[in-house]
């Protein structure tokens, strides 16, 4: 065996004792001296084989995932890899600067005290990570189209550590949702049930593997003096988020008859907190395309195009994420356009609210014929033209040429204004220059059109 795979053998081995010391520390069956000390043992070896021969350095691993990256046939495109391990991110999060980092390695850096942005070197005093679940989605959609399979989450094994303390937390729940308990019962255990699932990953993985638990706190739903009370539905809905965030039980959810139309009804009829949540929970359980298309099927669509135009900031955010999660899928792309969401997000790019967000479902229908058209038709270009002229951010400037390709080739006039353009700032012939890889093929294909456009103008004189 080489080097590498006995380092591998023996992470796993330690891994595994190190999980029996802690499950015999959490649930109090070794109250031995020598239980802590053998775990802390455990935790050296385990940094000892992690980190041999690394120097610790973040900018040495980083080199050195790019070097492996150069060998491999498939591009990742640079916005999908984390800044500090140079992979492709599984489960990318926002720190308080406004960048992006999979979650493992920044949480990493935070808790062996730093308190900067390693990309930014800004300080940062909140350390909350928030999901990032556009940049989730887009590369889901990217995996897929490559068919690259990402591994599963390094913490999915911890996340099955599950206490005896726990266990008991849970039939003390269920007790109380059951039907012969009274109101305030059921509505303390609904709360109780939220905060434990907020907080805890084995908790998550606890509530999937019984059967009973989200039937009965869904049925809570259409309890007298329950039904209407608008803490309960938000805490019910949050619970459902909050579970939906383990892979596991996204199936689960999504083959419980009541779950897909309680957080539909919820979209349509709760408070914007509570529409928030339901959205963000359905982009959640979106990441299964089985789910995708119940989600479509079921009814969702309307209410989150809805929510997307109404709603707060960030539950538009939670829309928009919903929605280009749904579209993945090609029936649900004919439900948003019919739903009206072109006309949503032109508006919002004029704006410039949600442009990211936009930009993103605008591609990803730029390969329906009636999208195209509805962009072409209600003056989609400017606001295109704009994005690829002004904006700072590649995967936009991406996104915008790639629905203006479409544009262009579907309706050969949009071209004058694209040439009136590049015959003013040149924005298209510095995108096919200095882009992504697809922007610099798009711009390029345009410029080429326009080009023979104007040749065979000159000579039909």
């Known amino acids: 065996m080489g080097k590498s795979g006995a380092a591998e053998t023996g992470v796993g081995e330690l891994k595994k004792e190190l999980r029996r010391l802690v499950k015999a520390i959490v649930e109090g069956d070794d109250g031995r001296v020598e239980t802590y000390e053998d775990a802390a043992k455990a935790i050296a070896a385990l940094k000892d084989l992690r980190f041999r021969g690394s120097g610790n350095s973040n900018g040495n691993l980083a080199n050195q995932r790019k070097a492996e990256r150069r060998q491999t046939s498939v591009a990742i495109p640079e916005h999908f890899l984390c800044p500090i391990s140079a992979e492709l991110m599984r489960d ?165 008859p009541q779950a897909i139309p309680s957080l539909i009804d919820v979209l349509k009829t709760g408070t914007m907190e509570t529409r928030s949540n339901s959205a963000a929970a359905l982009f959640s359980l979106s990441a299964l395309d089985a789910n995708k298309l119940k ?73 329906h014929q009636e999208a195209v058209e509805e962009i072409a038709d209600t003056g989609g270009v400017p606001p295109l033209l704009g994005i690829i002229k002004d904006s700072s951010c590649a995967r936009n400037k991406e996104n915008a040429v790639v629905v203006l390709f479409a544009v262009c080739m579907h309706d050969r006039t949009k071209l004058r204004e694209v040439g009136e353009e590049e015959k003013s700032n040149g924005s298209i012939s510095r995108l096919a220059q200095s882009g992504t890889s697809r922007a610099r093929r798009k711009a390029t294909g345009i410029l080429d059109k326009w080009k023979r456009t104007l040749h065979s103008t000159h000579y039909s004189y």
């Open 295 to 367: 989600i479509g099927e079921l009814g969702a669509v309307k209410p989150l195009v809805e929510l997307l135009e109404q709603g707060s900031p960030s539950a538009k955010k939670d829309a928009g994420s919903a929605i280009f999660s749904l579209c993945m899928v090609h029936e649900n792309r004919a439900r948003a356009v019919r739903e009206g969401v072109v006309g949503v997000v032109l508006t919002a790019i004029t704006h410039q609210s949600l442009v990211d967000e936009s930009l993103a479902i605008l591609a990803l229908l730029s390969g």
């Open 92 to 256: 990318p999060v926002v720190l308080a600067s406004g960048q992006t980092y999979d979650r493992r390695f920044i949480q990493e850096w935070l808790s062996s005290g730093n308190l900067t942005c390693p990309r930014t070197q800004q300080v940062v005093s909140d350390t909350t990570l928030t999901p990032n679940h556009l940049v989730r989605s887009m590369i889901s959609q990217w995996c897929t189209e490559h068919d690259v399979t990402l591994p599963p989450l390094d913490d999915e094994q911890e996340e099955r550590l599950i206490t005896r303390k726990e266990r008991n937390a849970l039939s003390r729940i269920l007790d109380k949702l059951s039907l012969s308990s009274s109101i305030p019962d059921r509505k303390q255990a609904v709360t109780e049930l939220r905060l434990l699932t907020k907080g805890s990953r084995s908790f998550r993985a606890l509530v999937g593997e019984s059967p009973g638990t989200i039937p009965l706190l869904l049925s809570a739903l259409s309890v007298p003096g329950l039904n209407n009370d608008t803490a309960v539905q938000g805490d019910i809905v949050t619970t459902v988020l909050n579970l939906s965030i383990h892979d596991s039980n996204k199936k689960i959810i999504g083959d419980n």
